[in-house]
């Protein structure tokens, strides 16, 4: 079982935990969607995340992550501490 959730809820230390990630993936302009695709693309240069959309707004979001690019190595390495990953 999830130590992370109890009863379909989020403890209070990992809501606080997803609510430092969520400031780092929209830090220098960037929306969350924007964030979690550089967050990939910082894991690894191979990756190629092809996103999910619904409208066309939701296209140009995730084609406008390209003119931000991969998250630096200090903020994916902060989300990987922050989410307690070696």
Do not use: C
């Not at 997803?18 to 924007?34: C, F, H, K, P």
């Not at 690894?44 to 619904?54: A, E, V, Y």
């Amino acid at each position: 079982m999830d130590e992370n959730f109890k009863q379909g809820q989020p403890s209070a230390e990992y809501a606080q935990k997803v609510g430092v990630v969520r400031e780092i993936l929209a830090s220098d302009g960037r929306t969350w969607a924007q964030g979690a695709l550089a967050w990939l693309w910082a894991r690894s240069p191979k990756t190629i995340p092809i996103p999910g959309f619904r409208t066309v707004k939701q296209v140009q979001e995730n084609a406008r992550a390209l003119e931000f690019g991969p998250l630096t190595i200090d903020q994916f390495l902060e989300i990987e501490k922050i989410l307690g990953r070696p």
